[in-house]
Nanobody
Framework: RVQLVESGGGSVQAGGSLRLSCTVSGYSTNCIGWFRQAPGKEREGVARINSDYTYYADSVKGRFTISVDNAKNTVYLEMNSLKPEDTAMYYC???????????????????WGQGTKVTVSS
């Protein structure tokens, strides 16, 4: 059974930091993406890691860092200098490693976590 379990969400003030974790079990891939969805908005790709290659949306570039600990089967999203517009549910997702490049398209990811909520107040 494939499971992706996120943790680390919470409420912070603008300028603060959070680190999200996504632990994957039952599935082997080197392509993991972080997505977010704010109320009334479409789900958007925030960051993606494929082996040593990473992608960041322009809105988070320079503030967010995606990394992986293979020994723990866990992918992290370090979020710094948080802004109120970063408020959303954050999801991690996994897909096969082939064709894993460019902006992450949610429709191409097979497995999803339950999400963790991030709230940034001004």
């Amino acid at each position: 059974r494939v499971q992706l379990v996120e943790s680390g969400g919470g409420s912070v003030q603008a300028g603060g930091s959070l680190r999200l974790s996504c632990t994957v079990s039952g599935y082997s891939t080197n392509c993991i993406g972080w997505f977010r969805q704010a109320p009334g908005k479409e789900r958007e790709g925030v960051a993606r890691i494929n082996s040593d290659y990473t992608y960041y949306a322009d809105s988070v570039k320079g503030r967010f860092t995606i990394s992986v600990d293979n020994a723990k089967n866990t992918v992290y999203l370090e979020m710094n200098s948080l802004k109120p517009e970063d408020t959303a549910m954050y999801y991690c997702a996994a897909r096969p490693g082939s064709w894993c490049y460019g902006s992450p398209d949610p429709s191409t990811y097979n497995y999803w976590g339950q999400g963790t909520k991030v709230t940034v107040s001004s």
